[in-house]
Protein backbone atom coordinates (compact mmCIF):
# COMPACT_ATOMS: atom_id res chain seq x y z
CA UNK A 1 0.00 0.00 0.00
CA UNK A 2 0.92 3.32 -0.38
CA UNK A 3 1.85 5.85 2.01
CA UNK A 4 -0.05 8.70 2.57
CA UNK A 5 1.56 12.26 2.26
CA UNK A 6 2.64 13.96 5.05
CA UNK A 7 1.27 17.18 6.38
CA UNK A 8 4.61 18.81 5.68
CA UNK A 9 4.79 17.57 2.23
CA UNK A 10 1.37 18.91 1.34
CA UNK A 11 2.05 22.12 3.27
CA UNK A 12 5.10 22.45 0.37
CA UNK A 13 2.94 21.39 -2.42
CA UNK A 14 0.29 23.84 -1.24
CA UNK A 15 2.40 26.65 -1.36
CA UNK A 16 4.28 25.60 -4.95
CA UNK A 17 5.03 28.30 -6.80
CA UNK A 18 2.73 29.01 -10.38
CA UNK A 19 4.12 27.18 -13.30
CA UNK A 20 4.27 31.11 -14.89
CA UNK A 21 5.37 33.62 -11.99
CA UNK A 22 4.71 37.08 -13.71
CA UNK A 23 8.15 38.44 -14.93
CA UNK A 24 8.88 34.79 -16.64
CA UNK A 25 10.98 35.53 -19.47
CA UNK A 26 9.02 34.20 -23.04
CA UNK A 27 9.59 29.62 -23.01
CA UNK A 28 12.88 28.66 -25.41
CA UNK A 29 11.83 27.74 -29.46
CA UNK A 30 10.64 24.23 -29.62
CA UNK A 31 10.66 21.96 -32.49
CA UNK A 32 7.39 19.91 -33.44
CA UNK A 33 8.18 16.44 -33.92
CA UNK A 34 6.73 16.18 -38.02
CA UNK A 35 9.08 19.36 -39.17
CA UNK A 36 12.23 20.34 -38.65
CA UNK A 37 11.31 24.42 -38.54
CA UNK A 38 11.42 25.58 -35.10
CA UNK A 39 9.15 27.60 -33.92
CA UNK A 40 8.56 30.16 -30.90
CA UNK A 41 5.62 28.98 -28.55
CA UNK A 42 4.33 32.64 -29.81
CA UNK A 43 3.93 31.23 -32.76
CA UNK A 44 2.45 27.80 -32.32
CA UNK A 45 -0.17 29.51 -30.14
CA UNK A 46 -0.80 31.58 -33.41
CA UNK A 47 -0.99 28.51 -35.47
CA UNK A 48 -3.36 27.18 -32.92
CA UNK A 49 -5.83 30.05 -33.34
CA UNK A 50 -6.26 29.01 -36.93
CA UNK A 51 -7.02 31.35 -39.85
CA UNK A 52 -9.29 31.25 -42.41
CA UNK A 53 -9.16 29.88 -46.06
CA UNK A 54 -8.81 33.24 -48.20
CA UNK A 55 -6.36 34.25 -45.54
CA UNK A 56 -3.92 31.38 -45.96
CA UNK A 57 -4.47 31.57 -49.16
CA UNK A 58 -3.53 35.11 -49.95
CA UNK A 59 -0.25 34.44 -47.84
CA UNK A 60 0.37 31.20 -50.58
CA UNK A 61 -0.40 33.23 -53.00
CA UNK A 62 2.67 35.82 -52.09
CA UNK A 63 4.76 33.49 -51.88
CA UNK A 64 4.44 31.98 -55.85
CA UNK A 65 6.91 34.73 -57.21
CA UNK A 66 5.19 33.92 -61.01
CA UNK A 67 1.36 34.95 -59.08
CA UNK A 68 2.99 38.19 -57.65
CA UNK A 69 4.45 39.25 -60.96
CA UNK A 70 1.08 38.74 -62.75
CA UNK A 71 -0.59 40.63 -60.05
CA UNK A 72 1.78 43.58 -60.41
CA UNK A 73 2.00 43.41 -64.19
CA UNK A 74 -2.11 43.77 -64.25
CA UNK A 75 -2.37 46.07 -61.88
CA UNK A 76 -0.19 48.64 -63.25
CA UNK A 77 -1.93 47.80 -67.11
CA UNK A 78 -5.12 48.53 -65.90
CA UNK A 79 -4.04 51.64 -63.85
CA UNK A 80 -2.46 52.97 -67.12
CA UNK A 81 -5.50 51.81 -69.24
CA UNK A 82 -7.17 53.83 -66.60
CA UNK A 83 -5.42 57.29 -66.02
CA UNK A 84 -3.70 57.27 -69.22
CA UNK A 85 -5.55 58.91 -71.92
CA UNK A 86 -5.99 61.71 -69.71
CA UNK A 87 -2.97 62.47 -69.19
CA UNK A 88 -1.74 61.98 -72.27
CA UNK A 89 -4.41 64.77 -73.50
CA UNK A 90 -3.59 66.93 -70.69
CA UNK A 91 -0.33 67.08 -71.69
CA UNK A 92 0.44 66.61 -75.32
CA UNK A 93 -3.39 67.28 -76.64
CA UNK A 94 -3.41 63.82 -78.29
CA UNK A 95 -6.51 61.86 -77.91
CA UNK A 96 -7.16 58.17 -78.99
CA UNK A 97 -8.76 59.68 -82.36
CA UNK A 98 -7.54 62.78 -82.75
CA UNK A 99 -5.93 63.66 -86.80
CA UNK A 100 -4.00 66.02 -86.81
CA UNK A 101 -5.21 68.96 -88.98
CA UNK A 102 -2.26 70.02 -90.46
CA UNK A 103 -1.44 67.40 -93.07
CA UNK A 104 1.77 66.90 -93.08
CA UNK A 105 1.78 65.18 -89.80
CA UNK A 106 -0.79 62.72 -91.30
CA UNK A 107 1.41 59.95 -91.91
CA UNK A 108 3.03 57.49 -89.66
CA UNK A 109 6.22 58.54 -87.57
CA UNK A 110 8.68 56.39 -86.00
CA UNK A 111 8.65 56.19 -82.09
CA UNK A 112 10.08 59.18 -80.41
CA UNK A 113 10.72 61.14 -83.91
CA UNK A 114 9.10 64.33 -84.49
CA UNK A 115 7.58 66.12 -87.24
CA UNK A 116 11.15 67.29 -88.34
CA UNK A 117 12.52 64.07 -87.71
CA UNK A 118 14.44 64.74 -84.71
CA UNK A 119 13.91 63.58 -81.35
CA UNK A 120 10.89 64.13 -79.44
CA UNK A 121 8.69 62.29 -76.59
CA UNK A 122 5.58 63.30 -78.15
CA UNK A 123 4.65 60.15 -79.56
CA UNK A 124 6.83 57.38 -77.09
CA UNK A 125 5.19 54.72 -79.14
CA UNK A 126 5.11 56.35 -83.02
CA UNK A 127 1.76 57.25 -84.79
CA UNK A 128 -0.45 55.51 -86.99
CA UNK A 129 -1.05 56.14 -90.46
CA UNK A 130 -3.57 58.44 -89.88
CA UNK A 131 -1.44 59.95 -87.25
CA UNK A 132 -2.93 59.24 -84.75
CA UNK A 133 -0.78 58.93 -81.45
CA UNK A 134 0.03 55.22 -80.59
CA UNK A 135 0.33 55.27 -77.12
CA UNK A 136 -3.30 57.03 -76.48
CA UNK A 137 -4.91 54.00 -78.73
CA UNK A 138 -3.03 50.99 -77.16
CA UNK A 139 -4.22 52.42 -73.77
CA UNK A 140 -7.87 52.85 -74.92
CA UNK A 141 -7.84 49.43 -75.96
CA UNK A 142 -6.26 48.19 -73.18
CA UNK A 143 -9.74 49.75 -71.23
CA UNK A 144 -12.03 47.91 -74.07
CA UNK A 145 -9.82 44.65 -74.10
CA UNK A 146 -10.48 44.59 -70.51
CA UNK A 147 -13.31 45.42 -70.20
CA UNK A 148 -14.50 42.95 -72.82
CA UNK A 149 -12.50 40.06 -70.94
CA UNK A 150 -13.91 40.77 -67.55
CA UNK A 151 -17.83 42.11 -68.29
CA UNK A 152 -17.84 38.89 -70.72
CA UNK A 153 -16.49 36.68 -67.98
CA UNK A 154 -18.69 38.59 -65.20
CA UNK A 155 -22.00 37.31 -67.93
CA UNK A 156 -20.67 33.67 -68.04
CA UNK A 157 -20.64 33.67 -64.40
CA UNK A 158 -23.89 34.16 -63.42
CA UNK A 159 -25.34 31.79 -66.21
CA UNK A 160 -23.21 29.55 -65.42
CA UNK A 161 -23.15 29.52 -61.91
CA UNK A 162 -26.90 29.78 -61.54
CA UNK A 163 -27.52 27.07 -64.33
CA UNK A 164 -24.50 24.25 -62.31
CA UNK A 165 -25.86 25.07 -58.88
CA UNK A 166 -29.89 24.68 -60.01
CA UNK A 167 -28.75 20.95 -61.87
CA UNK A 168 -26.68 19.77 -59.08
CA UNK A 169 -28.79 20.14 -56.38
CA UNK A 170 -31.98 19.68 -57.95
CA UNK A 171 -30.46 16.25 -59.40
CA UNK A 172 -31.89 13.14 -61.24
CA UNK A 173 -33.98 13.70 -64.02
CA UNK A 174 -33.71 17.76 -64.00
CA UNK A 175 -30.10 17.28 -63.66
CA UNK A 176 -29.97 15.26 -66.40
CA UNK A 177 -31.93 16.93 -69.03
CA UNK A 178 -30.21 20.33 -68.43
CA UNK A 179 -26.50 18.20 -69.03
CA UNK A 180 -27.55 16.98 -72.14
CA UNK A 181 -28.36 20.93 -73.03
CA UNK A 182 -24.74 21.19 -71.84
CA UNK A 183 -23.85 18.34 -74.17
CA UNK A 184 -25.44 19.45 -76.93
CA UNK A 185 -24.13 23.14 -77.17
CA UNK A 186 -20.58 21.76 -76.27
CA UNK A 187 -20.81 19.96 -79.68
CA UNK A 188 -21.63 23.16 -81.61
CA UNK A 189 -18.44 25.27 -82.46
CA UNK A 190 -19.46 28.53 -80.15
CA UNK A 191 -16.96 30.53 -82.36
CA UNK A 192 -19.57 30.14 -84.97
CA UNK A 193 -22.38 31.15 -83.11
CA UNK A 194 -20.71 33.99 -81.84
CA UNK A 195 -19.82 35.25 -85.79
CA UNK A 196 -23.37 34.55 -86.62
CA UNK A 197 -24.75 36.84 -83.73
CA UNK A 198 -22.61 39.49 -84.74
CA UNK A 199 -23.37 39.23 -88.54
CA UNK A 200 -27.37 39.17 -87.91
CA UNK A 201 -27.11 41.43 -84.65
CA UNK A 202 -24.43 43.84 -85.35
CA UNK A 203 -24.70 47.00 -83.68
CA UNK A 204 -25.57 50.28 -85.90
CA UNK A 205 -23.16 52.23 -84.07
CA UNK A 206 -19.42 51.56 -81.90
CA UNK A 207 -20.60 51.34 -78.53
CA UNK A 208 -23.81 49.06 -79.42
CA UNK A 209 -21.31 46.82 -81.54
CA UNK A 210 -19.43 46.84 -78.48
CA UNK A 211 -22.47 46.00 -76.03
CA UNK A 212 -23.33 43.24 -78.31
CA UNK A 213 -19.88 41.14 -78.33
CA UNK A 214 -19.98 41.34 -74.79
CA UNK A 215 -22.94 39.84 -74.58
CA UNK A 216 -22.34 37.27 -77.50
CA UNK A 217 -18.93 36.23 -75.85
CA UNK A 218 -20.27 36.04 -72.62
CA UNK A 219 -23.11 33.73 -73.37
CA UNK A 220 -21.22 31.12 -75.09
CA UNK A 221 -18.26 30.82 -71.94
CA UNK A 222 -20.57 29.40 -69.30
CA UNK A 223 -20.49 25.79 -70.26
CA UNK A 224 -17.27 24.99 -68.92
CA UNK A 225 -18.46 27.21 -65.72
CA UNK A 226 -21.65 25.19 -65.19
CA UNK A 227 -19.96 21.89 -65.12
CA UNK A 228 -17.28 23.13 -62.12
CA UNK A 229 -20.19 24.69 -60.32
CA UNK A 230 -22.30 21.25 -60.72
CA UNK A 231 -19.88 18.89 -59.96
CA UNK A 232 -19.06 21.17 -56.67
CA UNK A 233 -22.86 21.54 -55.22
CA UNK A 234 -22.70 17.38 -55.70
CA UNK A 235 -20.23 17.12 -53.46
CA UNK A 236 -21.50 19.58 -50.91
CA UNK A 237 -25.47 18.98 -50.98
CA UNK A 238 -25.30 16.20 -48.51
CA UNK A 239 -23.28 17.77 -46.12
CA UNK A 240 -24.66 18.86 -42.40
CA UNK A 241 -25.37 22.27 -42.61
CA UNK A 242 -27.16 21.45 -46.03
CA UNK A 243 -29.15 18.76 -44.45
CA UNK A 244 -30.17 21.48 -41.40
CA UNK A 245 -30.89 24.22 -43.46
CA UNK A 246 -33.56 21.78 -45.26
CA UNK A 247 -34.95 20.26 -42.50
CA UNK A 248 -35.42 23.82 -40.82
CA UNK A 249 -37.69 24.54 -44.17
CA UNK A 250 -35.32 26.96 -45.53
CA UNK A 251 -36.68 27.52 -49.57
CA UNK A 252 -34.24 25.46 -52.33
CA UNK A 253 -33.32 29.03 -54.01
CA UNK A 254 -32.03 30.39 -50.77
CA UNK A 255 -30.18 27.12 -49.84
CA UNK A 256 -28.81 26.92 -53.39
CA UNK A 257 -27.87 30.39 -53.41
CA UNK A 258 -27.26 31.60 -50.05
CA UNK A 259 -25.40 28.23 -48.27
CA UNK A 260 -24.15 26.26 -51.68
CA UNK A 261 -23.04 28.91 -54.19
CA UNK A 262 -20.65 30.79 -51.61
CA UNK A 263 -18.86 27.57 -51.02
CA UNK A 264 -17.69 26.92 -54.45
CA UNK A 265 -16.25 30.32 -55.06
CA UNK A 266 -12.74 29.00 -54.63
CA UNK A 267 -12.69 27.16 -58.15
CA UNK A 268 -15.40 29.98 -59.35
CA UNK A 269 -12.91 32.52 -58.75
CA UNK A 270 -9.76 30.32 -60.11
CA UNK A 271 -11.78 29.95 -63.43
CA UNK A 272 -12.70 33.18 -63.47
CA UNK A 273 -9.34 34.79 -64.16
CA UNK A 274 -8.13 32.27 -66.12
CA UNK A 275 -11.44 32.82 -68.52
CA UNK A 276 -10.35 36.25 -69.16
CA UNK A 277 -7.59 36.28 -71.42
CA UNK A 278 -10.19 33.63 -73.17
CA UNK A 279 -12.23 35.88 -73.60
CA UNK A 280 -9.86 38.88 -74.38
CA UNK A 281 -8.25 36.38 -77.28
CA UNK A 282 -11.49 35.53 -78.78
CA UNK A 283 -12.05 39.32 -78.93
CA UNK A 284 -8.97 39.71 -81.11
CA UNK A 285 -9.69 36.78 -83.11
CA UNK A 286 -13.18 38.56 -83.77
CA UNK A 287 -11.57 41.83 -84.12
CA UNK A 288 -8.94 40.80 -86.72
CA UNK A 289 -12.04 39.81 -88.84
CA UNK A 290 -13.56 42.86 -88.37
CA UNK A 291 -16.39 42.01 -86.60
CA UNK A 292 -14.94 43.06 -83.33
CA UNK A 293 -14.97 46.63 -81.86
CA UNK A 294 -15.58 49.24 -84.64
CA UNK A 295 -14.01 52.40 -85.30
CA UNK A 296 -13.17 54.86 -84.40
CA UNK A 297 -13.08 52.49 -80.82
CA UNK A 298 -9.97 50.61 -80.94
CA UNK A 299 -9.48 47.25 -78.99
CA UNK A 300 -5.80 45.12 -79.22
CA UNK A 301 -7.19 42.50 -81.46
CA UNK A 302 -8.54 45.85 -83.53
CA UNK A 303 -4.94 47.48 -83.55
CA UNK A 304 -2.92 44.47 -83.75
CA UNK A 305 -4.94 43.57 -87.18
CA UNK A 306 -4.06 47.11 -88.19
CA UNK A 307 -0.48 46.67 -88.05
CA UNK A 308 -0.27 43.76 -89.68
CA UNK A 309 -1.22 45.37 -92.58
CA UNK A 310 1.74 47.63 -92.28
CA UNK A 311 3.93 45.33 -90.90
CA UNK A 312 6.76 45.35 -93.57
CA UNK A 313 6.49 49.33 -93.24
CA UNK A 314 5.66 50.23 -89.85
CA UNK A 315 6.52 47.31 -87.61
CA UNK A 316 6.00 49.36 -84.33
CA UNK A 317 2.40 49.25 -85.39
CA UNK A 318 2.20 45.75 -84.54
CA UNK A 319 5.13 45.05 -81.61
CA UNK A 320 3.51 47.92 -79.66
CA UNK A 321 -0.08 46.55 -79.10
CA UNK A 322 0.76 43.21 -79.50
CA UNK A 323 3.43 42.88 -77.18
CA UNK A 324 0.94 44.15 -74.59
CA UNK A 325 -1.43 42.18 -75.42
CA UNK A 326 1.16 39.06 -75.09
CA UNK A 327 2.36 40.74 -71.17
CA UNK A 328 -1.47 41.15 -70.19
CA UNK A 329 -2.24 37.61 -71.34
CA UNK A 330 0.92 36.24 -69.83
CA UNK A 331 0.29 38.01 -66.03
CA UNK A 332 -3.13 36.74 -65.71
CA UNK A 333 -2.18 32.99 -66.60
CA UNK A 334 0.49 33.11 -64.10
CA UNK A 335 -2.30 34.74 -61.64
CA UNK A 336 -4.40 32.28 -61.99
CA UNK A 337 -2.28 29.25 -61.76
CA UNK A 338 -1.19 30.82 -58.71
CA UNK A 339 -4.45 31.37 -57.72
CA UNK A 340 -5.39 27.79 -58.35
CA UNK A 341 -2.33 26.54 -56.08
CA UNK A 342 -3.70 28.93 -53.41
CA UNK A 343 -6.90 27.86 -53.27
CA UNK A 344 -6.18 24.03 -53.70
CA UNK A 345 -7.32 22.76 -50.60
CA UNK A 346 -4.39 19.76 -51.09
CA UNK A 347 -2.11 21.89 -50.38
CA UNK A 348 -3.13 23.52 -47.91
CA UNK A 349 -0.70 22.92 -44.37
CA UNK A 350 -2.43 21.87 -41.18
Known amino acids: MKEKPTSTETTKAAKAPPLNPPGT ?3 EPVSRPDRDIVHSAAELAAEARGTSLWRDAWRRLLKNKLAVFGLVVVAMIVISSVIGPPIIAATTGYTYDLIPSNSKLVKAFPPFVGPEGSFSWTHPMGTDIAGRDLLARVLLGGRISLAVGII ?3 VSLIIGISYGATAGYLGRK ?10 VLYAIPYMMIVIVLLAFFGGKSAIGQLLLLFAALGAVSWLTMARIVRGQVMSLKNQEFVLAARATGVPTP ?7 VPNTLGPVIVYATLTIPSVM ?8 LGLGVQAPLASWGSLTAEGIQNLAVFPW ?3 FPGATMALTLVALNFLGDGLRDALDPQMRKF
Open 25 to 27: PPA
Open 174 to 183: IDDLMMRIVD
Open 317 to 319: QLI
Open 152 to 154: STV
Open 254 to 260: KIIFRHL
Open 281 to 288: LQEAFLSF
